[in-house]
């Protein structure tokens, strides 16, 4: 119901009702990131020099059965070719805001300028991880765009991904979107299984499926295919990413008047193993 009239009438506007401003404001809606995370990103941080990392591969060999009298044939355990990570991706994001602005404002600009700096770059972050997804398994996806993502589907993947001999440890995790996500709780099992061990949701991270055996990460980040997503359900180990600059600074500039406050990235990130992971595609993007 609206406001009746005042009295005297005009007291508002002859003034002497004054605005007033919160010292509260209202944050900008952020995307889940979490497909960084889900990452290998352990390879030579800080790295000065160069722009790629050779990554060495180790193969597997196969025993031979003993020839008394006859010496063995040596096996090679290095005859895979080296997988590259390029760094290759030069992000910044400067938020300016002038002195006078800062000196008048009731907020604190400086936090919220970096805040919004910092998660601008996150997200070019793992938007570049997720357009890796559709590449795995030689980029077969799972799955036909647009459909439901069930249980038969989820369990496929996983016998790929367990057929490759994928370690069975903490270190899968089943990345979603939210279509997905309502898909998978009208999965009796799952949600069975999700009461005991999901707890309250945070940063994306619904839990640690049992029935899957992946820590189950949902984000409105993934890339769009036609209709639906690229989702993914992958080992830690099946892409590689590193950072080579990771830089947040403020800079004055009296002669401008300004502050500059600034996240810099420079990174790289690529597929190491290919059958440690597997896209589908999802419902909805």
């Known amino acids: 119901m609206g406001l009746s009239a005042r009295t005297p009438a005009a007291a508002d506007a002859a003034g002497f009702v004054p605005e007033v401003w919160s010292n509260l404001v209202l944050d900008a809606v952020h995307n889940q990131l979490v497909c960084w995370d889900a990452i290998d990103g352990r390879w030579t941080v800080g790295q000065k020099q160069g722009d790629t990392i050779n990554i060495g591969i180790i193969n597997t ?11 063995g044939t040596a096996l090679d355990i290095a005859t895979g070719a080296k997988k590259q990570l390029v760094m290759n991706q030069w992000y910044e994001a400067p ?30 972050m793992d938007t570049y991880i997720a357009t890796l997804f559709s590449t795995l398994a030689a980029s077969s996806v799972a799955g036909s765009d647009g459909n439901t993502v069930d249980d038969e589907l989820l369990l496929s993947v996983k016998q790929y991904l367990d057929e490759n001999d994928v370690p069975m440890d903490d270190n899968r995790s089943l990345i979603i979107d939210p279509s997905a996500l309502v898909d998978l709780l009208k999965i ?14 945070a940063n994306g991270k619904i839990g640690k499926s049992p029935i899957y055996g992946c820590n189950v990460l949902v984000t409105n980040n993934l890339v769009a ?23 947040t600074y403020t800079l004055a500039y009296p002669d ?24 589908f595609y999802t419902r909805s993007k």
Request: proline letters at 0%.
């Open 61 to 71: 060999v196969t025993a031979t059965e003993v020839v008394v009298g006859t010496k």
């Open 188 to 201: 009796d099992k799952f949600v069975q299984a999700q009461y005991v061990t999901m707890g309250a949701i």
């Open 225 to 247: 295919a036609t209709t639906g997503a690229y989702a993914a359900m992958l080992h830690r180990r099946a892409i590689a990413g590193a950072a080579q600059i990771m830089d």
């Open 256 to 279: 401008l008047h300004q502050v500059r406050y600034s996240t810099d990235v420079l990174f790289g990130a690529s597929e190491v193993r290919d059958t440690f992971g597997k896209s």
């Open 95 to 124: 938020v300016d805001i002038d002195t006078m602005t800062i000196a008048q404002s009731q907020i604190n600009w400086q936090a919220q300028a970096q805040n919004e700096s910092a998660y601008s770059i996150a997200k070019i």
